[in-house]
């Protein structure tokens, strides 16, 4: 089981160059929007044709410029899911799942089969307006399962749900996603949704893989400044190798002793939000003091926003703290001084490969 | 009084509008196909009924169809006679209420959410069952509105039915000419009774119109707006 992509498509001033391998397992395309992931998505279904390069799935060749291959979108048993869902209006949701049914001589069994693993019975004669938005994404599963795909793409899937909906609708997908037996991509600039989904995560930026690998190293130690962004960490320095264990962060204005050996390439140092904590007393590597500045409160955590007492102005970090910790002691004395933990650090470039 | 512009008003709109509307949408989904400057010119001939005086067309029309024309000519040798029949008029009619027709379509069909085109495709269905199953559906409102105006159009025509059918009682005097013919004759009241029927005629399309706009703004909303 594998789809193995490598391609290149101008449009207009827009250059998509990506390569990458399923390797059998679920894929995810992180990027910001503009990247070219639905453009990607879309030169495997088909409905888009690359200028070079090659799509194999499963040792089928879909489209090779050299030798001038190009499967029509029929022929390439891809399932797109489109954001929007692309649900065609004037069906009932009968309709579409028909319309996407491959084998005709099957459809009363197939039909079935669907309506009751995607749990759409009493829905069948209803027009897609006519819909919940989880409902609506079961009925595009749905008729994407029928035409019995090889390999499942899918684009922003939850994009057009709100947040109670999404977290419902996640569990639902990965429940049904466990019994499918080919290959998954997804695309998103959501890292959570993304987390959830794959195994493996390819990180995009203006057309090009920037980086890729497993989710959790790819988490844990990005080494691109882009995928630390993206990935979501907050707090940034451009930093200066000082040691072998050490670097300096420049705009913090603070030396920093790191766990891992600092690599010659490393110019910029990050830490997450999540990963800051105060400074016990006694502790003076990787510390910093701090003033405090503003308060974002969520219901379950609160970010602040500190400013660094050393630094200039634009000096400051932010850090999410668990309101029960805060509550926990933090609340009635604030520290002055915050630690920066050596193995949570994130050793960076931004020179792209 | 004599009713028959009535009956020929219609017997020649109606044809009419059943072969624009074949027409336009047949033109309005190949030329958006062609490329290029070509493209460009033959979307500029197609549209060009619409903004001439309906008289060119006429002449136009005339001059090909005619006994010197080609094909005129060899229809004739044949011995069909277009000129100065009901045809004729369905001629005239085609061509004056066609660009109304093209440009509607071409603009309904450009509206289709080309998601719902490439799902079509994904899921293995061919171009001329996405046209019929998915295009065509989705743009019906603009589309049925397109085919309301050119049968309002197609009713309408005077000048070059005048030029090409001519206007004789009884074959090809359709109602505009009739109104024309009565005012001639000093006959106020006949004319009067063909305006009022035009009227009624003219609004009671537009009502139909208003209907499927309004209609295709709701399914729009609803798209947009999923309940949740």
């Known amino acids: ?353 | 009084m004599d009713w028959s512009p009535l009956w020929i008003s219609l017997s020649t709109a109606v044809p009419a509008t059943i072969l624009t509307f074949f027409l336009g949408i047949f033109a309005a989904r190949k030329i958006t196909k062609v490329a290029g400057w070509f493209g460009k010119l033959l979307d500029i001939l197609l549209t060009l009924p619409r903004v001439l005086p309906p008289t060119v067309a006429g002449f136009l029309l005339l001059l090909l169809l005619g006994k010197n024309g080609i094909p005129g000519k060899y229809l004739w040798e044949l011995g069909i006679q277009i000129v100065f029949t009901r045809t004729a008029a369905i001629i005239a009619a085609v061509v004056i209420s066609f660009p109304l027709m093209y440009r509607s379509a071409k603009g309904a069909f450009a509206q289709v959410d080309p998601s719902l085109i490439y799902a079509g495709r994904t899921l293995g269905m061919t171009e001329c069952r996405i046209f019929w199953r998915i295009i065509l559906p989705n743009a019906m409102p603009g589309v049925a509105s397109g085919t309301i105006l050119a049968l309002a159009r197609a009713l309408g025509e005077f000048g070059a039915t005048l030029m090409i059918a001519g206007n004789i009682p009884g074959r090809t005097q359709t109602m505009p000419l009739a109104i024309y013919m009565a005012m001639q004759g000093g006959r106020q009241q006949e004319a009067m009774v063909w305006v009022l029927l035009l009227i009624a005629l003219s609004f009671v399309m537009l009502l139909l119109m208003g209907y499927f706009a309004r209609g295709y703004r709701r399914s729009r909303r609803k798209e947009n707006e999923p309940e949740s």
């Open chain 1, 1 to 353: 089981m594998s789809l193995k992509v490598e391609i290149r498509k101008r449009y207009r001033d827009f250059e998509l160059a990506v390569s990458f391998d399923t390797a059998g397992s679920s894929l995810g395309l992180l990027g910001a929007s503009g990247c070219g992931k639905s453009l990607t998505l879309k030169c495997i279904a088909g409905v888009v044709t690359p200028e070079e390069g090659r799509i194999i799935l499963n040792d089928r060749i879909l489209f090779d410029a050299e030798k001038k291959i190009n499967l029509p979108p029929k022929d390439r048993r891809v399932g797109l899911m489109f954001q929007h869902y692309a649900l065609f209006p004037n069906m009932t949701v009968r309709g579409n799942i028909e319309a996407g049914i491959r084998r005709k001589e099957k459809r009363r069994l197939m039909l079935e089969y669907l309506t009751m693993m995607l749990r759409l019975e009493g829905k069948l004669e209803r027009y897609p307006y006519q819909l919940s938005g989880g409902e609506q994404q079961r009925v595009a599963l749905a008729r994407m399962l029928a035409n019995e795909p090889e390999a499942l793409l899918f684009d922003e899937p939850f994009s057009a749900l709100d947040a109670y909906l999404k977290n419902q609708l996640q569990q639902e997908l990965l429940g049904v996603l466990r019994e499918y037996q080919g290959d998954i991509l997804m695309v998103s600039h959501n890292r959570e949704e993304l987390y959830r989904f794959c195994n493996k995560i390819v990180v995009a930026h203006q057309g090009r893989v920037i980086e890729s690998g497993d989710k959790a190293e790819l988490f844990g130690h990005p080494r691109l400044l882009t995928t630390a962004i993206l990935t979501g960490c907050k707090n940034i320095s451009r930093a200066r190798k000082l040691t072998d264990y050490s670097v300096e962060a420049l705009d913090w204005k603070l030396r920093l002793v790191t766990d891992r050996p600092v690599e010659d390439w490393v110019n910029h140092v990050g830490i997450r939000a999540h990963n800051l904590r105060p400074a016990l007393d006694g502790e003076r590597d990787n510390t910093l003091s701090v003033l405090w500045a503003e308060l974002a409160e969520g219901p379950f955590e609160n970010q602040y926003l500190l400013r660094c007492s050393s630094g200039e102005g634009a000096c400051s970090l932010s850090w999410i703290v668990a309101r029960k910790e805060w509550q926990g002691g933090l609340e009635k004395q604030a520290p002055a001084r915050i630690m920066l933990p050596a193995e949570s650090l994130l050793l960076l470039t931004d020179s792209n490969p």
